[in-house]
């Protein structure tokens, strides 16, 4: 299995396409948090299509090994130099969902000469309040002794992550593969990773004025974890930045509505890649 080596562990990869011309940035898929790159099945042929994709499990998710205790900082390090690095990127357009959108949104300001563009998908740029670090980390301890059972799914989790329609014709699938997938993550992995995202996570609200590639920000109506105003305060703090609401859509826009999202997506990454 194909892995690259970041000071965060070894991050399992996939490949697909080719960049059209020398030069072209390589197009990243960063998924989020308790997902893996299995959530971009949907975006995966379009966007392979305009040149070369790679599509990273997260430190300690999907098929990546368990990371050290690391800050979302760390992480944007991790990518821009080690993984880019080893992987030969030059020029990224980076397209990141909540977890991922956090990443992207540093790397092109820790990072800006290897960012060429930037699609931020229900994503937020601001820091946690106290009472919501307080919960996370009860939720994070609990997770990481018992695992995530079906019932705190449905309970708890599933209406952050889905959108209420999506529940309503879905719900069951989509939860029962949920907590499959969550539960094959190593625990110790997912909590640090948690931490990182839903406790420790600094506000970077203050720095999005250095932002200064193309971005698109993307949000479901009807998401509750990071609801529509964030991404409304995040685009109007990037420079020309655009924002785009998914009718009928939570929290995981790109899997409750892929062809509405593909619709927006998949024409801002070609315009960034094969801008010459």
């Not at 997902?35 to 099945?41: A, I």
């Not at 990481?144 to 879905?170: I, S």
């Not at 009807?222 to 939570?250: F, M, N, V, Y």
């Amino acid at each position: 299995m194909p892995y690259v080596r970041t000071r965060l562990g070894r991050w399992f990869y996939e490949e697909r396409g080719k960049a059209k011309h020398e030069g072209d940035p390589t197009i990243l898929l960063l998924h989020g948090l308790l997902f893996d790159g299995g959530m971009w099945r949907a975006q995966v042929e379009p966007l392979s299509a305009l040149g070369r994709v790679l599509i990273l499990d997260g430190p300690g998710h999907g098929k990546s090994e368990a990371p050290p205790r690391f800050s979302l900082e760390d992480h944007a390090d991790a990518l821009a130099i080690d993984a880019f690095n080893e992987l030969g990127v030059h020029r990224s357009v980076l397209v990141g969902l909540s977890w991922g959108g956090m990443i992207a949104m540093r790397s092109a300001i820790q990072h800006p000469m290897r960012v060429t563009a930037t699609a931020l998908l229900d994503t937020s740029a601001e820091g946690e309040t106290l009472r919501d670090k307080i919960r996370h980390r009860a939720f994070i301890a609990f997770c990481r002794r018992y695992g995530v059972p079906r019932w705190f799914v449905d309970r708890e989790l599933g209406a952050l992550m889905f959108g209420p329609q999506t529940l309503a014709t879905r719900g069951d699938e989509l939860l029962e593969h949920f907590t499959r997938t969550v539960n094959g993550y190593p625990r110790d992995g997912m909590a640090r990773a948690a931490l990182a995202v839903s406790v420790h996570r600094q506000d970077v609200t203050s720095k999005l004025r250095g932002v200064a590639c193309p971005t698109l920000v993307i949000c479901g109506r009807d998401d509750r974890a990071t609801p529509p105003a964030k991404s409304q305060a995040l685009a109007a703090k990037i420079r020309d930045a655009r924002l785009e609401l998914i009718a009928g859509a939570g929290h995981s826009s790109l899997i409750e509505k892929p062809a509405e999202v593909n619709r927006v997506l998949v024409p801002f990454v070609a315009e960034h890649v094969q801008k010459r």
